[in-house]
């Protein structure tokens, strides 16, 4: 299964509109069926390589901690519902 990655955005530039971005705080389930994350150490070296702003690295903690609290709950889109529906799609008879 690939990564679920807590992503963060926030307003870009002059448009005001919110921009998703990648800060490497990946949320994975690996073959065994536990859920770790993963690259908090990238995360921590990009902090000071690129000079994050405090509120971006409050938010994308956040936003991990919500994704945990997501899947950990089984909350939508982690309730099966999308397996369910894309199943369901595979197997339509036209």
Request: with cysteine; aromatic share 12%.
């Amino acid at each position: 299964m690939p990564p679920i990655t807590a992503t963060s955005s926030c307003p870009h530039g002059s448009t005001g509109i919110p921009f998703p971005f990648d800060l490497d705080l990946d949320y994975v389930r690996n073959q065994a069926g536990t859920w770790q994350v993963v690259d908090r150490d990238e995360f921590l070296v990009n902090q000071r390589t690129f000079a994050y702003p405090a509120r971006l690295i409050e938010q994308a903690e956040a936003a991990l901690t919500d994704l945990i609290k997501n899947v950990t709950e089984g909350r939508f889109p982690f309730d099966g519902f999308l397996q369910q529906h894309l199943f369901r799609l595979a197997h339509r008879v036209n």
